[in-house]
T-cell receptor
Framework: RKEVEQDPGPFNVPEGATVAFNCTYS??????FFWYRQDCRKEPKLLMS???SGNEDGRFTAQLNRASQYISLLIRDSKLSDSATYLC???????????FGTGTSLTVIP | NAGVMQNPRHLVRRRGQEARLRCSPM?????VYWYRQLPEEGLKFMVY????????ESGMPKERFSAEFPKEGPSILRIQQVVRGDSAAYFC???????????FGPGTRLTVL
């Protein structure tokens, strides 16, 4: 079983739409959670860390559900510039290994 | 604080040559990770190093590939006798700890002719 599972999409949404991505992880000992964004032919960039209490940064909201072992990313009022691949990442701290989902492709359509 | 630096950004090699990729982590980061990304595919973990030690090389091919992170200087990913299938983007990332996440360099795009 993969450490991290993500729906690869693609998600094609109109500008202004709200879109949500989910990601599940298999190891209950996981301690740190992140969402990354990767544009075509660029390096992944840290979008948000995800905390148990949930966190919000402008149009982006990340949530963690430890009981069900999933993390989510909500994007409100989608912009064309949000088009990218979104990667969820989990760290167990023990061994300091990071586990990546395969990424979810988002295209925001004018 | 400069970000993670990688060089060269683009590298062209003929089959059978050696490729040497360099990564300088962010200041204060002692954990370095190498990933490979083939076109239209996801990131594949290769190796995780701390200063002078390989911590996890479970993603590294058994032959032709090696990595080091010496006490002084950048981390090096070395590919000997390159083949066309080695053509990919190689990303290095550094971290001060698991809680802080990973910070990626711009990558080295290797093309094997």
């Amino acid at each position: 079983r993969k450490e991290v599972e993500q729906d690869p999409g693609p998600f094609n949404v109109p500008e202004g739409a709200t879109v949500a991505f989910n990601c599940t992880y298999s190891n209950s000992a996981s301690q740190s959670f992140f969402w990354y964004r990767q544009d075509c032919r660029k390096e992944p960039k840290l979008l948000m860390s995800v905390y148990s209490s949930g966190n919000e940064d402008g149009r982006f909201t990340a949530q963690l559900n430890r009981a069900s072992q999933y993390i989510s990313l909500l994007i409100r009022d989608s912009k064309l510039s949000d088009s990218a691949t979104y990667l969820c990442v989990v760290n167990k701290n023990t061994g300091n290994q990071f586990y990546f989902g395969t990424g979810t492709s988002l295209t925001v359509i004018p | 604080n400069a970000g993670v630096m990688q060089n060269p950004r683009h590298l062209v090699r003929r089959r059978g040559q050696e490729a040497r990729l360099r990564c300088s982590p962010m200041k204060g980061h002692s954990h370095v990770y190498w990933y490979r990304q083939l076109p239209e595919e996801g990131l594949k973990f290769m190796v995780y190093l701390q200063k002078e030690n390989i911590i996890d090389e479970s993603g590294m091919p058994k032959e032709r590939f090696s990595a080091e992170f010496p006490k002084e200087g950048p981390s090096i990913l070395r590919i000997q006798q390159v083949v066309r299938g080695d053509s990919a983007a190689y990303f290095c990332a550094s971290s001060p700890s698991g809680l802080a996440g990973l910070f990626f360099g711009p990558g080295t795009r290797l093309t094997v002719l």
